[in-house]
Structure formats: structure tokens, C-alpha cells
């Protein structure tokens, strides 16, 4: 767990993935569950979903992906097809005339590299070098000689490995200052990765943790026996952290995080020291390997959990805590490690294989020459002034709501202009030189030097100096959007403006069904359950709304929840209306804007067809259940039908009736404003 996982945290966006239907069966919206075989008997008036997109989801072989298809993974899978094309004519190009630590050399030199990926010890990622110098590490770790000095290693660990086993910190935005960065301690993670819930139970997953840090001790020319009882030491030490944590939260956080700034706390460099009298707020800085003065503060999210951290961070316990760090760092590199040391030897490299691993290596320098070729001034521009006449539309919308105060009207329409729009890509970074050694002689050398840039990057982002893009870390080449309220912007990559999403030969009214749906959905996440609370400059502020409207507002909720949760997927599966509140809301009030911009019928039923082929989404059994409970997004199906019946256009178009699968009582249909 480093930056990466735990930069999930942080990044409170709300996204507008694609949730799940059912291949095996056609998908019903109703407590009477409809087996049709004939597909070309589905009624808009019963399942107007599947009467959209029933003979293209059974055209989808799921059997081949990961258990996905649909509009989205279409786009997506273009999109990765040319990337894989870009790679290709970058490799066959001339070296020569790629500049220093321009993206096409780090893309060709990595290529090249990945295609002899396994020429190093033993058929791994490392070369010989690297692997004295992750023994040198090793040894370093377990011959700290106090806990003071162990965590100036796992300093060094954090910059170069991304690794840090005690603190767990991430740069997050500050949510009491929109502009700035802040330092986030999340919670801890045992270096396994085994849930510290399960490990405080006992049992087999106490005793496999034990094991592993056995293991590894070993491995590191530890004597069995003393290796043994380590593990058992170290183990009782992690059920400690577990005592001490709120399980509730770790939880809530893993499925919703979009909750986590109620959760998140600051504390001042004194309240830290008050907290954590051990080691204070320079000790856990220096995990991070900060030592400036930059940081006033750090946000936590789970006080005891913190606290017995510090104190057991004593020299009782240095054994155990070289113990945790040592683990953490060798599964943290184990997939370049060589067999002898438990990681495993590459079999294969080939073109595939190197295609794969750039994508993953490079993947920003790779967006910005997919930009440089795919990018179409046309497009991008009719995309904006979709997206400034759908936010005109959204005023009027609020202005017409009619159970808001005109103060609280007042207010969401100017958090409303304050909305920054991040339209197709954003400017590509200037070529650096000094980045023309980071693909280094192999590829575990490679993935180190990748890591100190982005811990470089990390700091500079606290210090102010360094400002990330306005695309809150959304590549252009992203089939998705995002609205991220901590700085209240909206961000529609280039990769969303393609069919059935914008079609540059489509009506303006099938666009707007498609990518304005989109459009109007992350604009009305501003106003959803979860980023209601933060201000217009995205401070999180639960009172930037008067208290008349934010009681207004709960009851609206609290209806839409219900209304949501009523519906079911493969027959008996109740929608978690609370878990989807924030995607509901913005489904209805994205569908709700854009249907005010179509003048007549005709123009509305292209917006609800396009809108539900937009949404044509098949995935397995298994991952639709799964998904239930742990996507904030609605069953596909269910986003489109229970969406669309909420509007009296789609009765009178489709001639629905009460007799209709679709219907639903006029008294029953919700709307967010
Ligand atoms: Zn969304």
C-alpha cells in the first residue's frame, strides 16, 4: 500500500463507470421477472432497456474479456487498439531522431527493454545489480538499530519503492483549502494485505500471516527457529492495531469513498505530537522522507487507530516493526524478484507483452501522442458548447425548483458558474532531457527510477510548486468522465467523444442523449448526496447551504433512495438505494436538463434512446451481485428504466400505461430539483 493504493482516498471523484447487466438472461426491471426468448418481443412499454439493446448485448461474447462489454468497453477497446498502434510505429521508428526524454525514446527504449524483459537473474526483471542491491536493503532494515532510525529507512523505502508499512500517507487535497495539497494518513494495511479484521479473529489468516513473516525472515538468513517465533511476535502485534480499530470506517471507506471527507480529520503538528507523544509529527514525516517545514498539519482518519501505532512504536517492539517493514518491502517487489527469493521467473516477453507493460509504464507519455494524433478540433469544440449550453439549461433548472429557498437557489446557481470545465486534453509536458535515462539497463531499475519521479512530483505538489493538471489524474485517452468536488471541475476527456457517445454525423439531439447525458450527470454531481457538502470553492462545508434547503434536501434524498431501492436485478436483488444516492441523483437531474433543452417530442425520444444505448452494458453473474453491494452505481439497466419512467415524456412517446412493466405511479416519481 503507497501512493497508488492509497491515493484512492484521495481521489473522491465521482466517476461515471458503467455498472452491470446480465448476459445469460434478458434483462427485466420488474418484480415480475419476464423471461422473453424471442428478443424482438421485448416492449419499450416493459423493458425499455432491453428493447434498446437486447440485440446487441446478446451479440456480446463475454466469454473472451474480463467478464465486461458494453458501450463503454467498446470505445475503450478502440482506443487501446490504437495505443497498441502507436506503440508499434514508435518502435519501428528511427531512435536517432527522437529527442532526449521525449516521449517517443522513453516509449521506444522501454519497448525494446520489456521485448528482453527476462534476460535478467535467473529469468526475472532484475539484473544482477539489482539484486545485491535489495539484499544491501534488506540487511539495512533488519539491522536498525532503533526504531528512530527505522524510520528513516522506510523513508528511503516511500521514495524509491513507494512502500511505507507504518503510516500508509498520501497527498490529498486539502479539504479546508481547495488549492492546496495536503499530507492524508490512511489506515494501515497489514503487509500482506490480508484485512486487519480478519487477522484480529485469529485462525488460519493469523496463523498464514505468521507464516509469511516467517518466511521472509528466512529468506533474509534469519534462523528458522528464531524466524518461527518472530512471526508469532509479529503477528500479535498487528492483532494490537486491530484492537484499536474502527472497522465500521476501514469498511465504509473501501466500499464508498466517496463519504471519506466526513470522515477525515486535521490535526496540527501539536495535536499530532498530543496524539502520537513516541514519535510525534516528525517521526511520521520522516516515513515519508519530509523533513521540511512545509507541512503545518496532517489529516487522519482514524484517531485510536493512530495512537496505538505510536505507541507501539517502541524499542520493545523493533524487532517486529524491521519485521513488518521488511515484509512489506519484499511483496511490494516481488513480481521482479527471482524464484530464489519467491518471486517468479517471466517465461515469456514478447510484443504482446511489451505493448501491455508500456501502457502501464507510460501510460501519461502515451496519452499525450494519442493526442497529438487523435485529437480533433471540431469535435472538442462541439463538445463545448454542448457543455456551456447544458449548464445555461441547469440555471433555469434550479431557478424553476420549487422546494428550495430563492437564497438557496442563489447559491447553487453561483456554485454552478464556479464549475471548471476540463474539456478533451489537457497541454502535454514540456520534454525533459534530464528524463532521457529514466528507462534504465533493466526492468526493475526502470520501475525505481519511475517511482522517485512521481515521489519528486508528490513533494513538489506540497510544496506548491508543482500543480498537477486541472484533469484530476484522468488520462485524455479515458473513455469515462469525472466531477471531483474538492475542486469543484468537471472533466470530459477526449476519449468519451466517440459513438455512441458523440458522433459527429448524429443529430444534436441523439449527442445530447449520449455525451450530454454524460455532461448533465457530472454537472449534477456537484449537487449530489456526497459533494452537496463542499462549497463552490470545494471546501467541505456542510453549512454553505442554508439549513431550510439542506432539510428540503434530505427529504428528497431520502425519497430517491427509496424509489431506487424498490427495484431489482435477476429477479430478487434489491438496488442498495443508499449505497447509489450521489449516481442516482445525478442520473436524474443529467437526464432531467437535457430533456429541457428538446423542444418536442421527436427530439426527446432520440435523447431517451441514445441515452440508454449509451448504458448497453453485459457483465457476469457473479460481478452484477458482487457489484450490488459495493458499486455507488445503479445495475445499468436499472439506470436507464428507472430513470427514464420517471418522465412524462417517455409515457406519452412510448404510450405506457398502467398495465406496463414500466409504469410507475405518478405519486412515486422522485425528481432531484
Ligand atoms: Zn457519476
Not at 501512493?3 to 448476459?23: D, E
Not at 469544440?381 to 440555471?395: F, H, M, P
Request: aromatic share 10%; net charge negative; proline share 3%.
Amino acid at each position: 500500500m503507497g501512493r497508488k493504493a492509497v491515493a484512492a482516498l484521495s481521489s473522491i471523484m465521482a466517476l461515471l463507470m458503467t455498472g452491470c447487466t446480465v448476459a445469460e438472461s434478458i434483462p427485466t426491471t420488474s418484480e415480475t421477472s419476464i423471461q422473453v426468448q424471442d428478443i424482438s418481443a421485448i416492449r419499450a412499454q416493459d423493458d425499455f432497456y432491453g428493447y434498446i439493446n437486447s440485440s446487441y448485448l446478446v451479440s456480446l461474447d463475454t466469454d473472451d474479456s474480463d467478464g465486461y462489454g458494453g458501450s463503454f468497453d467498446d470505445v475503450s477497446a478502440v482506443i487501446s487498439d490504437r495505443l497498441d498502434e502507436i506503440i508499434r510505429e514508435i518502435a519501428q521508428g528511427d531512435r536517432e531522431s527522437y529527442l532526449p526524454g521525449s516521449n517517443e525514446q522513453l516509449i521506444y527504449d522501454l519497448y525494446y527493454l520489456l521485448l528482453d524483459a527476462s534476460a535478467g537473474t535467473d529469468g526475472s526483471f532484475m539484473s544482477d545489480e539489482d539484486v545485491t542491491s535489495f539484499e544491501q536493503k534488506c540487511a539495512e532494515i533488519l539491522n536498525a538499530a532503533s526504531i528512530d532510525e527505522l524510520l528513516y529507512i522506510v523513508g528511503d523505502l516511500y521514495r524509491e519503492y513507494n512502500v511505507d508499512p507504518i503510516f500508509t500517507p498520501t497527498v490529498t487535497p486539502d479539504l479546508n483549502d481547495s488549492g492546496k495539497s495536503a499530507v492524508g494518513i490512511t489506515p494501515f494495511y497489514s503487509p500482506e494485505g490480508t484485512e486487519l479484521e480478519v487477522i484480529v479473529l485469529g485462525g488460519n489468516d493469523a496463523s498464514d500471516t505468521a507464516r509469511s513473516f516467517t518466511n521472509v525472515l528466512i529468506d533474509a538468513g534469519v534462523d528458522s527457529q528464531e524466524a518461527e517465533e518472530r512471526g508469532i511476535e509479529d503477528t500479535l502485534l498487528l492483532m494490537q492495531i486491530g484492537y484499536a480499530t474502527d472497522f465500521d470506517i476501514v469498511n465504509m471507506l473501501e466500499e464508498n469513498l466517496v463519504e471519506a471527507p466526513k470522515y477525515m480529520i486535521y490535526l496540527t503538528e501539536d495535536e499530532i505530537d498530543d496524539l502520537c507523544p513516541n514519535v510525534g509529527h516528525e517521526g511520521i514525516l520522516a516515513t515519508m522522507g519530509i523533513e521540511d517545514d512545509y507541512v503545518d498539519g496532517i489529516y487522519i482518519v482514524l484517531e485510536d487507530q493512530l495512537s496505538a501505532i505510536d505507541s507501539l512504536l517502541t524499542e520493545d517492539n523493533l524487532e517486529s516493526w524491521k519485521d513488518i517493514t521488511l515484509l512489506s518491502f519484499v511483496n511490494s517487489i516481488k513480481s521482479f524478484l527471482p524464484e530464489s527469493y519467491g518471486g517468479s521467473s517471466i517465461a515469456y516477453s514478447n510484443d504482446s507483452y511489451a505493448i501491455r507493460e508500456v501502457k502501464r509504464y507510460l501510460s501519461t507519455e502515451l496519452s499525450e501522442e494519442y493526442v497529438e494524433r487523435y485529437y480533433d478540433e471540431e469535435t472538442v469544440s462541439a463538445v463545448e458548447d454542448l457543455v456551456y449550453d447544458i449548464r445555461d439549461e441547469y440555471e433555469e433548472m434550479i431557478n424553476d425548483c420549487e422546494w428550495m429557498s430563492d437564497e438557496g437557489k442563489a447559491l447553487a446557481v453561483e456554485k454552478l458558474m464556479s464549475i471548471e470545465f476540463y474539456i478533451g486534453a489537457d497541454e502535454p509536458h514540456v520534454t525533459d532531457p534530464s528524463d532521457a535515462d529514466l528507462i534504465g539497463a533493466s526492468c526493475f531499475e526502470t520501475r525505481l527510477a519511475l517511482n522517485v519521479r512521481s515521489y519528486e512530483r508528490w513533494l513538489s505538489e506540497l510544496r506548491g510548486e508543482y500543480e498537477s493538471s486541472g484533469f484530476e489524474g484522468m488520462l485524455p485517452t479515458t473513455a469515462n468522465a469525472c466531477y471531483n468536488p474538492i475542486s469543484n471541475c468537471v472533466v470530459i476527456p477526449l476519449g468519451i467523444m466517440d459513438a455512441p457517445f458523440y458522433d459527429k454525423d448524429a443529430s444534436y439531439y441523439t449527442n445530447l442523449g449520449g455525451i450530454g447525458s454524460i455532461i448533465g450527470h457530472e454537472i449534477s454531481h456537484a449537487f449530489d448526496y456526497h459533494s452537496m457538502w463542499f462549497d463552490m470553492n470545494g471546501n467541505y462545508n456542510p453549512e454553505w447551504m442554508p439549513q431550510e434547503d439542506r432539510d428540503a434536501f434530505e427529504e428528497v434524498a431520502l425519497s430517491i433512495s427509496e424509489y431506487y431501492s424498490s427495484y431489482t436485478v435477476l429477479t430478487y436483488h434489491n438496488v442498495d438505494g443508499d449505497l447509489t444516492i450521489g449516481e442516482n441523483m445525478a442520473d436524474i437531474s443529467g437526464l432531467e436538463v437535457i430533456l429541457r433543452m428538446a423542444g418536442d417530442l421527436d427530439a426527446k425520444k432520440e435523447i431517451f434512446e441514445n441515452f440508454a444505448v449509451c448504458f448497453a452494458s453485459v457483465s457476469t453473474r457473479d460481478i452484477a451481485l458482487s457489484s450490488l453491494s459495493s458499486d455507488p452505481h445503479s445495475p445499468n439497466q436499472i439506470r436507464v428504466n428507472a430513470t427514464v419512467a420517471l418522465f412524462p415524456e417517455f409515457y406519452e412517446i412510448y404510450e405506457v400505461t398502467s398495465e406496463d412493466l414500466m409504469y410507475v405511479q405518478e405519486d412515486c416519481r422522485v425528481r432531484r430539483w
